[in-house]
DNA sequence: CAGTGGTCTAGACCACACC
DNA sequence: GTGTGGTCTAGACCACTGT
């Protein structure tokens, strides 16, 4: 009854009770090509949770799930004794764990990996203290010089215990790490990064084609399966004038 | 019955029904309590979801949405068919809106901030972009250089649009910019930040106390309200020597 | 097979915002 | 007041994992 806001939506869905997909989770995803597709557009507001959920023929915690989603994604503002909104899209898309590779293709660049080494060897005190392990016990170290459109942006050093590699030096110029983790039942499920600054040594600028004293920027990070085991240390330096990294956040 | 995993566990709590907080979040609370603080040990595996339930009065849904919530945060692992293990407590505390000026006072470190300038200016055809202005119209431009135990580490820069600026320099010594947007009833909703390195301008050696040359992390920050409006725009660097972002992700 | 978490339903009551 | 989202309940069926 009420075209206070810019105005109320009413979207036409499809739903599929026979698909394995759970509804709520078509709800949502269709909600949200709507709204990133502009269909349903910024600053609308929906029909409360009880009207919409019978518009599609759901309960109400089902449709309410969707919202949730769609609210847990930053899409959508919900507030009690006012209704649920449509956010300007500014959100970039969540940081995941995902590698530079990844990161590359997904910007339409043509990254290669150029693998320099990979070696078994003992682990010093610091790379054991990181990954859980005895000083001395079996790791890998990969080395990898990442190019994009063919200029070097970033030397990747990677330790992971023995256990961990049971692939070969071939497959890593063709898929990322963690695909190849995965590929063989690693289950990850989280990581902890460091992200710094430092300037780069003289080896460093010449292999990444940087200027004497350039600044590097450098990650750090421990990746860790469900079981909350260390699967890999990396440490890689980028070539800070052609890289950076980028962060979204949700308050809440 | 079993003792396959390294145990079970069987909590003790107090739920307070008549209390404001939500009983899934009373639960999810002491859980993760007894978690981080090793009552219940890294590797238990609960009990399931309905006995949970009936042990503490609750209705399924209200302890599924307590495990839920400590499963989102990565304290647990959930595994239909398996059951419900606890994870070795790896993950920092997830990244949030702070300011470094919380981020100091977290770290028990004593931070200081000295107000640069505060003042009303015309927007330039970057900042007016960044802020969804146009040029020329008002904008408020912070410069504070911050302060760990007495020593420059951080020069921060921010603008504002005039209209989300009613408060005075004074305040600003002693709150977090956030803080303060807050209290004035801003609904702070997401940001996007990108986080990169450069050497240092010789004007910013000396007020960070670096050597010539040093490197500086630099990160750029765009927060916006809920209503997708952006409400301001951060230009700080960093003296990398002595500061680092640190950031977790749950895979998932 | 039995046991687990994942989904879905149909109701109920409440806290909060606006009129 | 009326309308909104937030919480809670008591069931049901399903999908997956292990035996």
Same mark, same amino acid.
């Not at 869905?13 to 509804?23: G, K």
């Not at 449709?63 to 949730?68: L, N």
């Not at 990650?219 to 699967?231: E, F, L, P, S």
């Given at each position: 009854?009420?075209?206070?806001?810019?105005?109320?939506?009413?979207?036409?869905?499809?739903?599929?009770?026979?698909?394995?997909?759970?509804? #709520?989770?078509?709800?949502?995803?269709? =909600?949200?090509? $709507? @709204? =990133?597709?502009?269909?349903?557009?910024?600053?609308?507001?929906? +029909?409360?949770?009880?009207?919409?959920?019978?518009?599609?023929?759901?309960?109400?915690?089902?449709?309410?799930?969707?919202?949730?989603?769609?609210?847990?994604?930053?899409?959508?503002?919900?507030?009690?004794? @006012?209704?649920?909104? *449509?956010?300007?899209?500014?959100?970039?898309?969540?940081?995941? /764990?995902?590698?530079? #590779?990844?990161? =590359?293709? !997904?910007?339409?660049?043509?990254?290669?990996?150029?693998?320099?080494?990979?070696? /078994?060897?003992? +682990?010093?005190?610091?790379? +054991?203290?990181?990954?859980?392990?005895? $000083?001395?016990?079996?790791?890998? /170290?990969?080395?990898?010089?990442?190019? $994009?459109?063919?200029?070097?942006?970033?030397?990747?050093?990677? #330790?992971?215990?023995?256990?961990?590699?049971?692939?070969?030096?071939?497959?890593?110029?063709?898929?990322?790490?963690?695909? /190849?983790?995965?590929?063989?039942? *690693?289950?990850?499920?989280?990581? !902890?990064?460091?992200?710094?600054?430092?300037?780069? $040594?003289?080896?460093?600028?010449?292999?990444?084609?940087?200027?004497?004293?350039?600044?590097?920027?450098?990650?750090?990070?421990?990746?860790?399966?469900?079981?909350?085991?260390? *699967?890999?240390?990396? *440490?890689?330096?980028?070539?800070?004038?052609? #890289?950076?990294?980028?962060?979204? =956040?949700?308050?809440?």
């Amino acid at each position: 009854m009420s075209a206070q806001s810019p105005e109320a939506v009413i979207p036409s869905f499809t739903i599929a009770r026979s698909s394995p997909v759970p509804l #709520y989770f078509q709800v949502a995803t269709q =909600l949200e090509q $709507a @709204i =990133l597709s502009g269909q349903i557009p910024a600053g609308a507001r929906f +029909a409360n949770e009880i009207q919409l959920a019978e518009d599609l023929g759901l309960s109400r915690p089902t449709m309410r799930r969707a919202m949730q989603h769609l609210s847990d994604n930053g899409l959508v503002v919900r507030r009690r004794g @006012i209704g649920t909104r *449509v956010v300007q899209p500014k959100v970039r898309r969540k940081l995941e /764990l995902t590698s530079l #590779y990844d990161d =590359l293709v !997904n910007t339409g660049q043509r990254p290669t990996t150029d693998l320099i080494g990979l070696d /078994l060897i003992d +682990a010093d005190d610091e790379v +054991a203290a990181h990954l859980d392990l005895k $000083a001395g016990d079996g790791v890998y /170290l990969l080395k990898r010089l990442r190019s $994009a459109n063919g200029r070097p942006i970033a030397k990747m050093t990677n #330790y992971l215990p023995e256990r961990y590699v049971t692939f070969g030096a071939d497959e890593l110029a063709d898929h990322g790490l963690y695909e /190849l983790l995965r590929r063989q039942g *690693v289950q990850l499920h989280s990581a !902890n990064q460091t992200i710094g600054a430092r300037p780069a $040594a003289a080896a460093e600028s010449k292999l990444l084609d940087e200027p004497r004293g350039a600044a590097l920027l450098t990650m750090q990070r421990i990746t860790y399966d469900d079981h909350g085991t260390a *699967v890999e240390l990396g *440490v890689h330096v980028y070539a800070a004038s052609r #890289y950076s990294f980028e962060v979204s =956040l949700l308050t809440s």
